[in-house]
Nanobody
Framework: QLQLVESGGGLVQPGGSLRLSCAAS????????IAWFRQAPGKEREGAAC????????KVADSVKGRFTISRDNVANTVYLQMNNLKPEDTAIYSC?????????????????????WGQGTQVTVSS
């Protein structure tokens, strides 16, 4: 079974940057659509960004557009979420998720029900 492990979270000041990594153990991420979701205390889980299996297309939520970038390195078997100009409202647990589409898709969605595999999450705290 695909296992996902996130890293790169931490405490950062407003305006700062972090890069999160989502790595797979035992299996390759090639062929999987990958997304980053986040959940703040007392709030519903929110999709932040996703990337298609070949990396040709991405989708970024309006709340983070222009600040967050998702990318993947299938050789390194890792997906990244570069987060710039972080704000206190970005504070949340960030989790990566994956699913394998039956056909190669040119788009991805930020609907959590689509994703079959989930990591444990990494905490991101934006505070001065």
């Amino acid at each position: 079974q695909l296992q996902l492990v996130e890293s790169g979270g931490g405490l950062v000041q407003p305006g700062g940057s972090l890069r999160l990594s989502c790595a797979a153990s035992r299996f390759t991420l090639d062929g999987y659509v990958i997304a980053w979701f986040r959940q703040a205390p007392g709030k519903e889980r929110e999709g932040a960004a996703c990337i298609t299996s070949r990396g040709g297309s991405t989708k970024v939520a309006d709340s983070v557009k222009g600040r967050f970038t998702i990318s993947r390195d299938n050789v390194a078997n890792t997906v990244y979420l570069q987060m710039n100009n972080l704000k206190p409202e970005d504070t949340a647990i960030y989790s990566c998720a994956a699913y394998r589409p039956s056909l190669i898709s040119s788009f991805c969605v930020l609907y959590s029900g689509e994703y079959d595999y989930w990591g444990q999450g990494t905490q991101v705290t934006v505070s001065s």
